[in-house]
């Protein structure tokens, strides 16, 4: 008789731009990193422009829960849940739009599911065996996004202060502030919380170990 495999744990971890969930979701990480994880991003998923003009796609409004593709994400976070590997798409900042490369991503007994809009959908917060909102002041997180724009993106000041006032701060309080309601925990300070980030990484832990994984119980008993 063959044992049926547990279903993976989903960690929806989400917040606005720059409000450091991305640093949250990667210490997760890295506290587990011995473990079966992974870290699946939202961004990966924005909708496919490439019948549109470059013009066009830079006046989508990037923020707003249409400019993502959920039928295709919540399609292949169920082949993950299914021990199924996927392909995952590569969005390609610079051409506003996918890329034509796909990256495989094999299933993992973890998975960090990390984006703005995360909580936004019900079929895919049903999904999420723990939802976290990431809660960062807007300045803090204006600050951040400029750096990370200018650093990584090779955005220039003025664009980036365009769009955060035009689209990046009303579409948050319109849409993505309004699912901290949805969340099971709230992170003040993002990435510095170390105790909400300790705290989640052990109910991970509780959650395998209840579901059979001697692996986990081992590691986690070693090092108490």
Do not use: C, W
């Amino acid at each position: 008789m063959t044992t049926q495999k547990k279903r993976p744990v989903v960690i929806g971890v989400t917040g606005g731009s720059g409000s450091g969930k991305t640093t949250v979701s990667r210490k997760i990480f890295d506290q587990l990193s011995n473990y079966s994880i992974m870290i699946l991003q939202m961004d990966s998923y924005y909708n496919d422009q490439a019948n549109m003009s470059m013009d066009e796609r830079a006046r989508v409004n990037y923020d707003h829960p249409m400019a993502f593709d959920y039928d295709l994400l919540i399609t292949q976070l169920k082949q993950l849940l299914d021990y199924q590997p996927i392909e995952k798409p590569v969005y390609d900042y610079n051409l506003l739009t996918r890329s034509h490369k796909t990256t495989r991503q094999d299933p993992r007994e973890v998975i960090i599911l990390e984006g703005i809009l995360l909580l936004d959908d019900k079929r895919l917060r049903d999904l999420m065996d723990i939802k976290v909102f990431v809660d960062t002041d807007d300045d803090i997180r204006l600050i951040r996004r400029i750096e990370r724009d200018m650093g990584e993106r090779g955005r220039s000041l003025d664009s980036i202060i365009k769009q955060y006032l035009t689209t990046v701060k009303p579409m948050y309080h319109q849409f993505v502030e309004p699912t901290k309601r949805y969340a099971d925990i709230i992170v003040p300070e993002g990435g510095e919380n170390q105790v909400a980030i300790d705290l989640l990484t052990t109910k991970v832990r509780s959650i395998l170990i209840k579901r059979g994984n001697k692996q986990i119980k081992n590691n986690f008993d070693s090092s108490i």
